[in-house]
Structure formats: C-alpha cells, structure tokens
C-alpha cells in the first residue's frame, strides 16, 4: 500500500499490515509520537484524507485517548494505532499537535520561527 502525506508529498509503500506510526518513521514525516506508540499521549494524531476504507477501525482505547486531543475532526485518528488492512493509497495530513511534538522531539528540524506562529 502507499502512504503519502499531503500537503508535503512524501510517499512511501509499506506492506499491508504495518501500522501508520511505522510507516511515518519510514517516510520521515514530521509526525510525533511522544509515548513511543502506546496510545498513551495522542501527540501522532493525524487526518485521514483518503483511504480510510483501508484501514483498521478505532477500538474504545484509541477513541478515549483522542478525546484528550485538540482539533478532533471526523478524520482523526492515533497512527500508531492504525494498521494498513488492504492495498491502495491511504492520504494523511498530520495534526498541529502532532507536528508540534515532533519538533519538540528534534529541534533541529523545525523551520526557523515556527514557535513564534504558534
Ligand atoms: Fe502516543 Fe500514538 S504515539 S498515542
């Protein structure tokens, strides 16, 4: 299956079954995952913009922790909790919380400002 995060554009094909936090180290997106993918933090909370067909559905655990996140839209969910199941091309965009983690994760690969716009 392909992974593509949009608006940035990066690609990567992942065998089904590998779930969305996995493929995010694999392409190198800018995606946090403060509790290490224990569904613990919501910090990898993205938005499912094509190919939620193809993914496993949210349990109740994956539901309560992201409640606690910000920006909840219809889309949302935990990529570390979420398997490929079937091929095609899934589409993510990655929350602001989620972005913001990751930087705080790896300072050097913030843009020069970005705490300022916050
Ligand atoms: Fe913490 Fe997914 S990495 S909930």
Redesign the pocket.
Known sequence: AKVRWVPEGIEIDVPVGTDL?TASKEAHSQQG????????????HVYVVKGKELLSEADEDEED?LDKGFDIRINSR????VRIEREGLVELEISRESREAFFNEHPDEAPPGWREKR
């Open positions: 936090r995952d403060a509790c290490g993918g224990k569904c613990a933090c919501s910090t990898c922790t935990l990529a570390c909790q």
